[in-house]
């Protein structure tokens, strides 16, 4: 008797995408679902300025405006603003001569200003007035003959930006590791500024590193991680400790954006995710999940935060709390070289930015 192999090949049947209440019916949650919602998010005033400037732009001298870098951090914003005519380029020697250039919410080098200067470009300043006030900061000790630690990322725009104002002057220093090794010039003559967009926590830790070498290194004059930076990780902070999964929304480049990931997990949130859009979620993270925390990043409009609420309630998060850590009203005029502009075309709707959770959709 002879045998052939036999295939048992089993017949393919189709796998089935599994519903919202599939993955409820299996995700075995403990307690009841919802959503804790973080206040203040998104937006911050520097970013709603420096959009606004570029739609402002747009509106006033027609397309195309070109814009230095990502105006902010976000995908969204800057698809959005391409589909209207703004045209993003790395540096100002892409620009046409004579065009109209916005320089983007990170700042620029003194070295930048003098390159669109000398291209005889048209310039909208669109640094955001808590970035300048770092960069003031680091003229003025600078003339002090201070040495400056830097305390931030290198490679980042804001960064080099700041460090291009005084780069005689200044070391930047990358991590709490690097307080460790830092050589400096002369310990008595010290000072540290920072980044805008730091973990609170972590940039202490670098100054506790780097005071612990040098004690008579002296602290900026006032806080130079912002307002709203220090306002988005409060936020999590509260929720994180009561969080199975924390969705931040924000693009992977966005600096405090991606600190709301870390933050988050440090205070407690078993799971912790940045997404740029909803449906970058993954139906997975929710098993197990009784209490989502939702927030997300400086750069990013509320639409983007409102799908990922929509999107949970899907999967039963239907009950959202919204937990408040601070109120914010600050608002930055518009850059002045637009505002003499929408003046004398009489626009006085839109004089000022940073209105905070204005939709862009
Ligand atoms: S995150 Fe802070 S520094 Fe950056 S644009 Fe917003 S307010 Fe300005």
Redesign the pocket.
């Known amino acids: 008797m002879t045998s052939s192999p036999v295939s048992l090949s089993m017949p393919t049947v189709p796998r089935r995408r599994r519903t919202p209440e599939d993955v409820a019916a299996a995700a075995g949650v403990v307690g009841e679902k919802r959503v804790l919602l973080a206040a203040p998010r998104g937006y911050?005033?520097?970013?709603d300025r420096?959009v606004i400037a570029v739609e402002k732009a747009l509106e006033h001298y027609g397309p195309p405006v070109y814009v230095r870098k990502q105006i902010?951090h976000n995908r969204h914003v800057v698809e959005t603003l391409e589909e209207r005519g703004a045209i993003f380029v790395d540096e100002t020697d892409e620009v046409p001569e004579g065009s109209l250039v916005v320089f983007s919410?990170?700042g620029v080098s003194p070295a930048v200003v003098r390159s669109a200067e000398e291209r005889g470009l048209r310039t909208i300043d669109a640094t955001?007035?808590?970035?300048t006030k770092v960069h003031r900061e680091a003229v003025r000790f600078a003339k002090g003959d201070y040495e400056i630690l830097l305390i931030g990322h290198v490679g980042h725009e804001e960064v080099e930006g700041t460090f291009g104002e005084a780069p005689d002057h200044t070391q930047i220093v990358n991590s709490p590791e690097e307080a460790d090794t830092i050589e400096v010039r002369d310990p008595d003559r010290l000072i540290w500024l920072s980044q805008?967009?730091l973990s609170v926590d972590e940039t202490m830790e670098t100054v506790r590193r780097l005071r612990e070498r040098f004690p008579n290194l002296q602290d900026p004059p006032s806080d130079d991680i912002?307002?709203?930076?220090s306002n988005r990780q409060a936020a999590i902070k509260k929720i994180a400790p009561q969080a199975d999964l924390v969705i931040v929304v924000g693009s992977a480049n966005s600096s405090?954006s991606v600190r709301l990931v870390e933050v988050a997990l440090e205070y407690g949130a078993k799971e912790a995710h940045r997404v740029d859009f909803a449906n970058e979620v993954d139906e997975s993270w929710f098993e197990g999940v009784a209490t989502i925390g939702v927030t997300s990043g400086?750069s990013v409009p509320e639409v983007l935060v409102q799908d990922v609420l929509r999107l949970a309630a899907d999967y039963g998060y239907a009950a959202v709390e919204e937990v408040v850590t601070a109120e914010e009203d600050i608002l930055f005029s518009l850059p002045k070289e637009l505002r003499a502009t929408l003046k004398e075309a009489g626009d006085g709707s839109r004089g000022l930015g940073g209105r905070g959770q204005r939709p862009m959709s």
């Open positions: 911050c005033a520097g970013v420096a902010v919410a990170h955001c007035p808590l970035v805008t967009t912002c307002y709203a930076t405090n400086a």
